[in-house]
């Protein structure tokens, strides 16, 4: 998994009980996510269809640097399939997971449409 997406918890992304809303975290999870899949797909025009369960395993409180790991594990005809970790940068814990994140690739007038795809390809400039 990569954990390539830094996030640093301040007072307002908190919630009543002082600790990271996840709401918050769940916003940044699907935009880090989308990217990911847009990346791999090539093509800007990508839209969320699924997230499986999501297992809060721990919180995160002010100050907290996290960070995001997401991995694709499937390609469909016309979706890729990704997994999902957030951890603390510092203590390496776990803090949320997501074993699906589905994406599916749409032409622009939102209609799934084939990638063509098969692999993870990594573009490092």
Request: a positive charge; charged letters at 25%; hydrophobic letters at 40%.
């Amino acid at each position: 998994m990569n954990f390539h997406t830094r996030k640093w918890v301040k007072p307002e992304d908190l919630n009543p009980n002082g600790t990271l809303f996840g709401g918050t975290l769940l916003r940044w999870i699907d935009e880090e996510a989308v990217i990911y899949a847009i990346v791999q797909l090539g093509n800007p025009h990508v839209v969320t269809k699924f997230i499986s369960e999501i297992n809060f395993v721990s919180s995160a409180k002010k100050g907290d640097i996290i960070e995001l790991g997401i991995k694709a594990t499937h390609f469909g005809k016309t979706s890729i399939t990704l997994c999902c970790e957030v951890r603390n940068k510092i203590t390496r814990k776990s803090i949320l997971t997501i074993d699906r994140l589905v994406f599916v690739n749409v032409d622009q007038d939102g209609v799934p449409t084939e990638h063509g795809k098969t692999e993870i390809t990594y573009a490092y400039r």
